[in-house]
């Protein structure tokens, strides 16, 4: 860790203060910039709609997906262990709970849906209600 002499600079006591809340609540800094955890992406058409998020380093037993109405909640909890009688040197990593939750365009067909967790992301698809889908009227022709 770099030290830096606080006095010396004008921002000094804010990056103090950001160095203490990174040491102490390492999750606290990103929340507190905006973003929210897990980073997702969200996508729709006259179907459904596709969420993928980005979860490193998680095991798909720990993460929970719930759907109702039009709200989508991803849960988990990821923990970063030590090996048994290992000296930590450096900790960067630090066990969490998460959970986010996303409002779709759209109420959802809660029996309908899939999911699936590769390489650190998770991609779910969720189906619109068919009665929620988009449709054509037609024009009669007199």
Known sequence: M???DYSRSPFGLLERFWETLDRDWPA???SLMGSEFPPINLSSDENG???TAELPGMDEKDIELSLEGDMLTIRGKRTASVPEGARVLRRERHD???T???RLPFAADTERGDAKYENGVLTVHIFRREADKPRRIAIENK
């Open 96 to 98: 969490y709970d998460f």
């Open 2 to 4: 770099v030290h830096m």
């Open 49 to 51: 709609a596709v969420l």
């Open 100 to 102: 986010r939750s996303v």
């Open 28 to 30: 606290s800094r990103m």
